[in-house]
């Protein structure tokens, strides 16, 4: 029997709530298939423990996350603490120590969910996102000067590396060779801003002439996101830098009927300075936390990813298609879906069709 060990982040908000449901659906599905177990770890890190702390996590908080084979996350973020600590000290602390620099984010319409797109259905609407996501416009760089007074500047400096922007071009290629569409789309600004993302472009023309069965188009981004409504169906796998595809992956979370959907992946498909991590894309939700009605889809299906990372597909496959089963049912539905639902009671649902 092989044995994943799993350090879980609930987080803060709802990632309490929503991390629960996918620990329950995870364990079901390792049963079912019987070949593997798990052995999660709970941190109890963000805001709660930086109000006993003064930190987000412990100073080795990342020495002690290295070992495992996989970080769940929740989220992060309460309105006790600023964004800007909370997510810097602990989730982009992650990602850019541990180098997870491609973020994975599919964008599929399941069956049964009406969606903003009332005409399109999960055979229209199936993307897949690659997102940088260790440079860029997060990259950190910057500083204030004479804060507070009128005379106040603020800078923060966008990085991007050619080494950076060819590796996620070159990845979010090789996704789009695997899928039956081959359609790479990439998110641009090079109208607006002549370095970094003319940078960008040019890499991306170069990395394609390798990819001759892949067919690219390049769209800025204002235009990509009208896009995303208004042509789903064009759009297969999309490419962009951290800011431009965290925005239109939110876009994606709302064109799949909830942002309580959207899934992701953040890994470095290429070295392992840390384990690979997965989290929902929706953050805390404080306006619904503590009432146990979020909704762990986007949860369950990043443990799906999970999985299928680890190499167990089969139960990666079994969860989605538990997960597909109950939204097509129609039967069991949290709030932000018309439905009445509680977490709970939607991962008890999943958990009870992987059991059949
Ligand atoms: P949010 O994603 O938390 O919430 C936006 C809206 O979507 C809210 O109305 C919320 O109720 C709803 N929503 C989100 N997830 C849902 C779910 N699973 N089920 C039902 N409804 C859901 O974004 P926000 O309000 O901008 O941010 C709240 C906090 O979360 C902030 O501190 C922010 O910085 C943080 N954040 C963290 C992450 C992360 O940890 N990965 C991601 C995004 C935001
Ligand atoms: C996401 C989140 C984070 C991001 C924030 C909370 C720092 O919005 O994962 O999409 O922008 O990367
Ligand atoms: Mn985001």
């Known amino acids: 029997m092989k044995t994943y060990r799993i350090a879980l982040i609930p987080g803060d908000g709802i990632g309490k709530e929503v991390i629960p449901a996918g620990v ?45 084979d996989a970080i769940y996350l929740g989220a992060i973020g309460h309105p006790t603490v600023p964004d800007h600590i909370s997510l810097r000290d602990l989730l982009l602390n992650i990602r850019f120590n541990f180098d997870l620099y491609i973020n994975i984010r599919p ?8 969606t903003p797109l009332r005409d399109k259905g999960p055979a229209e609407v199936n993307m897949l996102f690659i997102r940088e996501n260790s440079e860029g416009e997060y990259s950190g760089i910057g500083g204030r000067l004479r804060k507070g007074t009128p005379d106040e500047v603020a800078i923060q400096t966008s990085v991007f590396t050619r080494k950076g922007v060819e590796r996620v071009i070159r990845f979010a290629f090789e996704q789009a060779r695997k899928r039956p569409r081959k359609r790479l789309a990439s998110a641009t600004k090079s109208n607006a801003m002549q370095y970094t993302m003319v940078l960008w472009d040019e890499v991306l023309r170069e990395v394609a002439k390798d990819y001759p069965d892949v067919s690219v188009a390049n769209y800025h981004v204002d235009a990509l996101a009208a896009r995303m409504i208004t042509h789903p169906e064009s759009l297969d796998v999309v490419v962009g830098s951290n800011l431009f595809a965290d925005i239109l992956t939110d876009i994606g979370g709302a064109l799949q009927g909830s942002l309580g959907l959207a899934a992701s992946a953040n890994v470095n498909p290429t070295a392992r300075l840390g384990p690979p991590m997965f989290e929902p894309v929706h953050g805390s939700a404080p306006d619904i936390e503590g009432r146990g009605i979020a909704n762990p889809i986007a949860a369950i299906w990043s443990g799906a990813m999970m999985l299928d990372y680890l190499g167990e597909s089969a139960g990666a496959v079994r969860i989605m298609n538990a997960l597909r089963t109950v939204t097509g049912e129609a039967r069991v539905r949290t709030p932000d879906l018309g439905g009445k639902n509680t977490t709970e009671e939607f991962a008890l649902a999943v958990a009870a069709a992987i059991a059949g």
Do not use: H
């Open 24 to 68: 329950r659906v995870l364990e079901k599905a390792a049963e079912a298939n019987g070949k593997f177990e798990f052995r999660f770890e709970p941190f109890e890190w963000g805001c709660e423990y930086y109000q006993r702390k003064g930190r987000m996590m412990p100073a080795d908080g990342l020495e002690r996350l290295r070992p495992f």
């Open 107 to 114: 964008f599929e319409i399941l069956p049964g969910l009406t």
